[in-house]
């Protein structure tokens, strides 16, 4: 795939042109990937998921009200992102507003991934996690390590009192 074109599931591999597949771990509603794939701040996505709007509305308008919202702001050069985290709720939610494109309630960090699973994260060039590890542990990242060529870049922030090594 040389021409940079994107794959039958609509990702671009590693090393093609256009943008890189994102796997965001511990990835709950979707907030990463808001601010990677959409015009908002964080500021105004507090403001939006806060507003007394948003207290009023039942789950299913939340979701149609969210949606309008994201895909409004969408980013031409939107990025890939698939979403793992074991809360299915959330990552449900978060696929239902388009913020990710594909979803996955998992724990692989103590159960190995699907044959689904690991297909999808191989393609992935960035693996994100925002707060998650220690949580999650290297475990999560040693089962994820599904790369069918070339370099994942990792944008890792722990939490405050969590260690940042294996």
């Known amino acids: 795939m040389s021409s940079g074109a994107p794959a039958p599931n609509g990702r671009r591999p590693f090393g093609t042109d256009g943008p890189l597949t994102v796997l965001d771990l511990c990835c709950s509603y979707g ?7 959409h015009h908002v701040t964080l500021a105004e996505l507090d403001a939006h ?9 039942a ?5 149609e009200r969210d949606n309008k919202f ?4 969408r980013r031409a050069d939107a990025a890939p992102v698939l979403g793992l985290d074991t809360a299915d ?18 724990n692989v960090e103590h159960h190995p991934p699907s044959l689904r699973l690991r297909r999808a994260v191989a393609d992935t060039g960035l693996i994100t996690v925002t ?22 870049w990792g944008s890792v922030f722990v939490l405050r009192a969590v260690p940042n090594r294996p």
């Open 59 to 63: 789950s299913t308008e939340l979701v």
């Open 49 to 57: 998921c806060t507003s007394p709007e948003a207290d009023a509305r």
């Open 70 to 73: 994201y895909a409004s702001r």
């Open 89 to 106: 709720n959330a990552v449900q939610y978060a696929l239902a507003v388009g913020l990710l494109d594909e979803a996955y309630a998992k």
């Open 131 to 152: 707060g998650g590890v220690g949580y999650i542990t290297h475990r999560t990242f040693h089962a994820l390590q599904w790369r069918k060529r070339g370099p994942t």
């Open 31 to 37: 907030f990463n990937a808001a601010l990677l794939n």
